[in-house]
């Protein structure tokens, strides 16, 4: 099978397509894969600067979606059955996967394989953000940070199904705000001066909840944006920079920042992606929440689309794809 590959830690540039031996099912689902999804852990991983460092050589990727190839008896899934997948943190970038069956979830009809290779990882994330950390309430308003990438566009899909009256999208340039738009962005403003922006849209009043996977210098005006009571979701440091809170401002507003790790909630929490599944399925098969409409680069592009996320190049969710 082809693979997409790193054998040393230079970033993108490093990824190359390779033939490797296809992996034995073990009693695991096998998966014939037809798109992986493209997230900036893969990035940081490419250069060794991810918490989890896989063994060199290894595959990047942490979620896939193609047709069942075969399945232990008992799984939920059969043989032909279309799926997404998670492997988590590496090896979805193959053209044949072999995983756990309660890491495969059966894809609606209605959403294509390039969707659903763009869907579980971030998601699942931004369900959980918005609703057991976020406690998003009926009305609220939301900011998102980053919006035209992976979290971005997903917050930007979820967040008014799940009740937000206004998502208000931050981006860097006049194309990202188009993609966000499309994805369900209510607002753009842009990330230079997003506070005054933020604080006009608003009446001066600011935003329940921020969902910011970006961090860095951006983070004292997040809080400032937050209406009183509102609540800031840490969920990454595409910035660089992790930031430091300065716990008074906490006080003076009532606002929280509350951490967001699915990563570690899921693997700690048996059962917990299942649920989650179960409260994103419905709402993508009936079309309440638009499936992704992912960049999707040919998998010879793999450097490419690696390099797209770290240059802040990528339209929307990144995905390649793994065969004709
Ligand atoms: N906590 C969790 O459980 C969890 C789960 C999944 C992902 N994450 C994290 O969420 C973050 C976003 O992941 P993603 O896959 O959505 O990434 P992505 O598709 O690359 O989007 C990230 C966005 O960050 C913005 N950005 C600002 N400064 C940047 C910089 N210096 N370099 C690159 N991008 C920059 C970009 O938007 P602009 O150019 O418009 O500013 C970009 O669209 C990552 O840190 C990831 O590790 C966390």
């Avoid at 063994?55 to 896939?64: D, I, K, S, T, W």
């Avoid at 069942?68 to 193959?94: E, I, K, W, Y």
């Avoid at 044949?96 to 294509?112: C, G, M, R, W, Y």
């Avoid at 009305?139 to 979290?151: D, W």
């Amino acid at each position: 099978m082809r693979a997409v590959q790193i054998s040393q830690l230079d970033g993108p540039a490093a990824a190359r397509v390779v033939d490797l031996e296809e992996p034995a099912d073990d009693g695991a689902v096998v998966i014939d894969v037809h798109a992986a999804g493209v997230a900036f852990p893969d990035v940081l991983q490419s250069r060794g600067l991810y918490q989890y460092k896989p063994e060199l050589p290894f595959v990047p990727g942490g979620e896939a979606a193609g047709v069942v190839r075969s399945a232990p008896p008992g799984a939920h899934v059969r043989a032909g059955d279309r799926v997404a997948a998670l492997t988590m943190l590496n090896g979805a970038m193959a053209q044949v996967i072999a995983l756990p069956a309660e890491q495969v979830f059966k894809l609606p009809d209605t959403v294509s394989f390039e969707a659903g290779a763009g869907l579980l990882f971030n998601d699942l994330t931004v369900l959980f953000a918005l609703t057991t950390r976020g406690k998003l309430s009926a009305g609220a308003t939301v900011l998102v940070h980053g919006a035209a990438g992976g979290i971005g566009t997903s917050t930007l899909r979820l967040a008014g199904p799940l009740g937000a009256s206004r998502v208000i999208a931050v981006v860097s340039s006049p194309a990202k705000a188009e993609v966000a738009m499309a994805a369900g962005a209510t607002d753009t403003v842009p990330a230079d001066g997003f506070r005054e922006a933020v604080a006009e849209l608003t009446g001066g009043k600011g935003v329940d909840l921020v969902l910011d996977p970006v961090g860095g210098d951006r983070f004292t005006d997040s809080l400032r944006s937050l209406a009183p009571g509102g609540k800031l979701l840490v969920v990454g440091f595409t910035g660089g920079e992790i930031p430091m809170v300065k716990v008074n401002r906490l006080l003076l507003n009532n606002i929280d920042v509350v951490g967001v790790g699915w990563g570690a909630w899921v693997m700690s929490h048996p059962g917990e992606l299942e649920r989650q599944w179960s409260a994103l399925e419905p709402m993508l098969a009936s079309g309440a929440v638009a499936a992704p409409q992912p960049q999707v680069f040919a998998l010879e592009q793999a450097a490419d689309a690696l390099a797209a996320l770290e240059d802040r190049t990528a339209a929307g969710k990144v995905v390649l794809r793994m065969r004709d």
